[in-house]
């Protein structure tokens, strides 16, 4: 070392008369000196004019700090090497804030991974139980052990609806502890959505009745096949009708729409509720996404099914949105590829292959 400043001297203890004439190695950590590191970048920064690098380096006192150097290969006017210039920063604080933010992440990952966990194991044992209390109760309701009386039918309807209830919950728990793991799927063939909006429309009238609305299956004529999981595609229609009709105002009308438009098979459900602000749309297909207004609280749930249909749609390659307007209801509608499409350009991929 044969020049030192004021800046060296306050990042690294040592006063000009201290250092000029010791090792460059000096402050190097004993194992970066037995690694060689020192020689190698000095070699690097001839080689190639300059280096760059960080690292730990210790101070007089014995500390360490986080530099960021520049070795420059230096030459005098005859074009003769005679040294090298370097420049350091001391970076700790900044390397400081990048590990905390780095434990962090590493933190939040471990607790969203033992949500994950706790939610998949909690699932399955709660299963169990309701599944118990659905089958002993349609014992009952059937009056297999005995003749039931108006009143006794009535609590059994509203007990068997209220496991159904949480047996929906535990699905909607399982699914999403799956997609969190990298393990949900979908199994697509070839499929008739006509037939599928024919059933879940049908097995939700009954709710939508409850609440005097209208429920209208306005799908006419023939649509094309489209490729896809029929169950999770009815899922997906399942919570779209069943979201409709919790936000959707007594004696109103839930309309469910078909068309093709291209390669995708569009499938909509329009309500004539309350509608939903645009500020809000990111939110609702996510996890947990429930918007926090009264009535959305008032309606129940626990805002998965939105996240999941998304989930569901996208692993068939279609999107899922929503068009809505406050005070003018809401539409929400998802698309799916149509079977021909699907299976021509698998045609198409296999000559290219062959050829």
Known sequence: IVTWNRGAERIKGYSADEILGCSYETFFLPEDVAAGRPARLLAQARAEGHVEDQGWRKRKDGSRFWADAIITAIYDERGEFVGYGKVTRDLSEQKALEEQRQQLVAS?????????????????????????????????????????????????EKLLG?????????????????????????????????????????????????????????????????????????????????????????????????RQEGSQLFCEVEDNGRGIDLKHFPKLFQRFGQLDTSNTRAAGGIGLGLSIA?????????????????GKGSTFWFSLPVAATVHAGADAATVAEAS
């Open 108 to 156: 939040l990952r471990q607790s969203d991974e033992l949500k994950d966990q706790f939610l998949a194991i909690l699932s399955h044992e709660l299963r169990t139980p309701i599944n118990a209390i659905m089958g002993f109760g349609s014992v009952l309701d059937d009056e297999v052990l005995g003749p039931l009386n108006s009143k006794q039918h009535a609590y059994m």
């Open 162 to 258: 209220g496991a159904d209830t949480m047996l929906q919950l535990v699905n909607d728990l399982l699914d999403m502890s799956r997609i969190q793991a990298g393990r949900f799927s979908v199994s697509p063939r070839t499929a008739c959505l006509r037939d599928a909006i024919e059933q879940v429309v049908s097995s939700m009238e009954i709710f939508a009745q409850a609440k005097h609305q209208h429920l209208v299956n306005a799908v006419r004529g023939e649509l094309p096949s489209v490729f896809a999981d029929e169950q999770r595609v009815a899922q997906v229609l399942t919570n779209l009708i069943s979201n409709a009709i919790k936000f959707t105002p007594e004696g109103g009308t839930i309309t469910v729409r078909a």
């Open 310 to 326: 998304k989930a569901i749609v996208e692993a068939h390659g279609g999107e899922i949105g929503v068009d809505s307007e406050p």
